[in-house]
């Protein structure tokens, strides 16, 4: 199911094995990206509520409650092993595919979500290479919803883009993105994160 994923490169289990290493400082990263995932959606909605399709506040609001509950979950995962949430928290991954939003109209709504797309398609494919090595079977359970979920919202968002856009000029505007994504994701330093470079991501 991985390899179904249209992203330009895979990450090898043995980055799985290594962030695994340090559960907690990893469940930390997490949360921060659930938190984050839920803002966006809800500065989404405000943003343009309800001017580009039907819907909008709705789908933006769900996306957002179902961020709320995986930050719920990460956060329980991370009390059970005596660790708490950190004030701050630094994503250059996150940073450097929001510098590739155009400003203005059309072009920034799709972008804004191409963008959204991507974070959550690398996520699910992050998840379901954790929820195959983890040995733990609260997390394993946990990565596999997650999976699912994740793969879920990646589908929704890449939706909207096309329909706003239209249909081939967000597939170029997306293939772009996959491409630059790659290239991001490959020039992250290693460590427990779930964006981090695993140093052997294979170009697909
Ligand atoms: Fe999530
Ligand atoms: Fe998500």
């Known amino acids: 199911m991985l390899d179904e994923l249209p992203l330009r490169s895979r990450t090898p289990a043995a980055w799985a094995r290594s962030v695994l290493q340090d559960p907690v400082a990893l469940l930390i990263d997490h949360a921060f990206l659930e938190k984050k ?23 933006m609001t769900s996306v957002a409650r ?56 690398r996520s699910c494919e992050r998840f379901g290479v954790l929820a195959a090595e983890a040995e733990d079977e609260e997390l394993r359970s946990f990565y596999r919803a997650l999976f699912r979920s994740e793969m879920s919202h990646y589908q929704v968002f890449l939706k909207l883009a096309r329909k706003i856009a239209g249909r081939p000029a967000a597939e170029a505007r997306w293939a772009q993105m996959l491409e630059a994504e790659a290239r991001i994701l490959a020039e992250q330093p290693p460590g427990p994160r779930i964006h981090s470079g695993s140093g052997g991501q294979q170009r697909v």
Request: net charge positive.
């Open 66 to 121: 179902d961020e709320a509950a995986h930050l719920a979950q990460v956060s329980k995962a991370l009390a059970r092993r005596g660790g708490r949430l950190a004030r701050v928290h630094k994503n250059p991954y996150a940073n450097a595919l929001r510098a590739l939003v155009r400003k203005g109209e059309a072009g920034e709504v799709v972008d804004r979500l191409l963008v959204s797309a991507l974070i959550e398609l």
């Open 37 to 59: 995932a839920a803002n966006n959606a809800m500065d989404m909605m405000t943003r343009w509520p309800g001017e580009w399709v039907q819907g909008w506040v709705e789908t």
